[in-house]
């Protein structure tokens, strides 16, 4: 059974940056599409951005477009998400996720399929 762990989360001020990493171990994960979810009280769990398992394609939702950026570094089984000019908004506890998909774009209306695995979650608060 593979496992993920992410890194990185912590208390950031409005228009500061953060690198998020989730690290996959236990089992290849080489095929595997990987994304990053956020999910803020109250609210329901939603797409942040995903990476094709070659890290060829990238794909984000609206409201981080511009400011994260997802990146894969193979060799060393790590996704990463870069957040630039972080708003308050962008409060969550972060989800690292990965799911054999082909088209990374599937990720906007996600259901996990029985290979996905997740990430215990790291908290992102970013205060005023």
């Known amino acids: 059974q593979g496992q993920l762990v992410e890194s990185g989360g912590g208390l950031v001020q409005i228009g500061g940056s953060l690198r998020l990493s989730c690290t996959a171990s236990?089992?290849?994960?080489?095929?595997?599409?990987m994304a990053w979810f956020r999910q803020a009280p109250g609210k329901e769990r939603e797409f942040v951005a995903g990476?094709?398992?070659?890290?060829?394609?990238?794909d984000y939702a609206a409201s981080v477009k511009g400011r994260f950026t997802i990146s894969k570094d193979s060799p060393k089984n790590t996704v990463y998400l870069e957040m630039i000019n972080l708003q308050q908004e962008d409060t969550a506890v972060y989800y690292c996720?990965?799911?054999?998909?082909?088209?990374?774009?599937?990720?906007?209306?996600?259901?996990?399929?029985?290979?996905?695995?997740w990430g215990q979650g790291t908290q992102v608060t970013v205060s005023s």
């Open positions: 990476i094709s398992w070659n890290g060829r394609t990238t």
């Open positions: 996720n990965a799911d054999r998909i082909r088209e990374i774009g599937y990720y906007h209306d996600y259901i996990p399929t029985p290979a996905a695995s």
């Open positions: 236990g089992r290849a994960f080489t095929t595997y599409a």
